[in-house]
């Protein structure tokens, strides 16, 4: 018997029913980001709750593995490709509902394996979004991943995504769940939520995320310029920025806007 193949007897072994990938293929599939190819894992785990992620990280720890969280998979960064092989990808695809919308206090808290693309819907028909809501990645792109990553793009006007975080539900290395912030505001006292954005999951992963709401807007323009250098199109859009004038303001150099 194999070193490999008694590691994935143990995952199975210790893992919640149903929740762990093993086979050879979609191990290879996990093992790579959009940008780069790294070594296999032991295996790719897919929880469907918080408390099946909290399981499955303390089993983890049990085994000695290394954990590897992944958002959409959109990511050309590296932020999930492992550094040695055997580590155990942590993927929140399953968890991807809209778990509480508040009308009153205007805040939404979703599992962190929705999409972006996902969440708008659901809120659309309210007439509510949120402030950042989604990045340049696709729409696979999951707020657990731009949370993590610090994303930018439909809503940059407002800042960053993780900056629109109000609090998060997480699950540290060894399964202890950890509540951060308050569900409505942010912050008062030290600003545990923000130590743990950014971080591209390596200082706990993100299960739960709760966003503030605002109001759709009624009316929509556009418009499109041209900059002869880089600093012209730089200094248009900071001084949109400070104006306020935008949701969203973005560039694209020669060699993109080309493709």
């Avoid at 950042?132 to 610090?150: E, F, P, R």
Wanted: proline residues 5%.
């Amino acid at each position: 018997m194999t070193i490999e193949t008694t590691i994935i007897r143990d995952l199975a072994d210790s893992f919640p029913a149903g929740s762990l990938v093993t086979d050879a293929a979609e191990r290879a599939f996990y093992a790579q980001d959009v940008h780069r190819l790294g070594p296999d894992p032991a295996g790719v785990f897919r929880p469907a709750s918080i408390d099946e992620l909290a399981a499955g990280l303390a089993a983890a720890k049990a085994l000695g593995l290394a954990i590897v969280p992944r958002g959409g998979g959109m990511s050309y960064t590296g932020g999930y490709v492992a550094d040695a092989p055997g580590a155990l990808i942590v993927d929140l695809g399953r968890m991807n509902r809209v778990l509480t919308i508040d009308e009153t206090d205007m805040v939404v808290t979703v599992e962190a394996g929705i999409s972006w693309a996902a969440l708008y819907d659901a809120l659309k028909p309210l007439g509510l979004r949120t402030p950042m809501w989604g990045t340049l990645s696709g729409l696979k792109a999951s707020v657990g991943g731009g949370m993590s990553q610090n994303g930018l793009f439909w809503g940059s006007g407002n800042g960053t995504i993780a900056s629109c975080a109000l609090s998060f539900d997480l699950v540290l290395a060894d399964g202890t769940i950890l509540k951060t912030g308050s569900g409505f505001v942010r912050p008062f006292g030290p600003d545990i939520t923000g130590l743990f954005t950014s971080d591209a999951g390596a200082f706990g992963i993100k299960a739960h995320v709760t966003l503030p709401l605002v109001r759709e807007a009624e009316a929509f323009a556009y418009g499109s310029f041209a900059f002869d250098t880089p600093e012209q199109a730089f200094a248009a859009m900071s001084e949109v920025a400070r104006a306020g004038l935008a949701s969203e303001c973005f560039g694209f150099d020669p060699f993109v806007q080309g493709q």
